[in-house]
Nanobody, 123 residues
Framework: QVQLVESGGGLVQAGGSLRLSCAAS????????MGWFRQAPGKEREFVAV????????YYRDSVKGRFIISRDNAKNTVYLQMNSLKPDDTAVYFC????????????????WGKGTLVTVSS
């Protein structure tokens, strides 16, 4: 069982930056691939980024490539999402996710989930 708690959301102007954090419980954090998803109002939840257990592999959705960076600190049981050059279309609730594999996180059908943190980007 993994418990995930997100933080770092807020209101930012277009072009600004935010860094989200997700703190995980448990002593086997490095065995989990970790990811970020988001859900905008009236839309389905969508994959944003994923990182492998040791941080060697990362994948991003096309619309955030070059702007967002996912990273992790296994000593702190924390995964981060650095979001730069934010756009109003990035407005959503951002969820942290964990699964045993990178593909598992991306599929999203058996992830552990956090409760989310709201990011609002004003134009």
């Amino acid at each position: 069982q993994v418990q995930l708690v997100e933080s770092g959301g807020g209101l930012v102007q277009a072009g600004g930056s935010l860094r989200l954090s997700c703190a995980a419980s448990g002593r086997t954090f490095s065995s989990y691939a970790m990811g970020w998803f988001r859900q905008a109002p009236g839309k389905e939840r969508e994959f944003v980024a994923v990182i492998s257990g040791l941080g060697r592999v990362t994948y991003y959705r096309d619309s955030v490539k070059g702007r967002f960076i996912i990273s992790r600190d296994n000593a702190k049981n924390t995964v981060y999402l650095q979001m730069n050059s934010l756009k109003p279309d990035d407005t959503a609730v951002y969820f942290c996710a964990a699964d045993s594999t990178v593909i598992g996180v991306q599929r999203g059908d058996r992830n552990y989930w956090g409760k989310g943190t709201l990011v609002t980007v004003s134009s």
